[in-house]
């Protein structure tokens, strides 16, 4: 495995090379909110935590752990 090196806080350096999350960004969700929401975000900001505060269709607004979405392809 790759060791990345980054002067970037770890809550933004993402295990796919060359992603970086960031506001107005559509992402892929790792597992769908509900059975019927779509299985994209819309990532509208970063909380101090490192969690991004994002938007659901059919879902609505939800706060996502990094872990939980990953770039489109």
């Given at each position: 495995?790759?060791?990345?090196?980054?002067?970037?806080?770890?809550n933004?350096?993402?295990?796919?090379l060359g992603?970086?999350p960031?506001?107005?960004?559509?992402?892929?969700?790792?597992?769908?909110l509900?059975?019927y929401?779509?299985d994209?975000?819309?990532?509208l900001?970063?909380?101090?935590?490192?969690?991004?505060?994002?938007?659901?269709?059919d879902?609505g607004?939800?706060?996502?752990?990094r872990?939980?979405?990953?770039?489109l392809d």
């Amino acid at each position: 495995m790759k060791s990345i090196t980054s002067s970037l806080p770890l809550n933004q350096i993402s295990p796919e090379l060359g992603f970086f999350p960031q506001p107005n960004l559509w992402v892929n969700l790792r597992d769908r909110l509900s059975p019927y929401s779509f299985d994209q975000a819309l990532l509208l900001c970063e909380t101090e935590a490192g969690d991004w505060i994002s938007w659901v269709p059919d879902f609505g607004q939800t706060v996502l752990g990094r872990d939980q979405f990953f770039g489109l392809d």
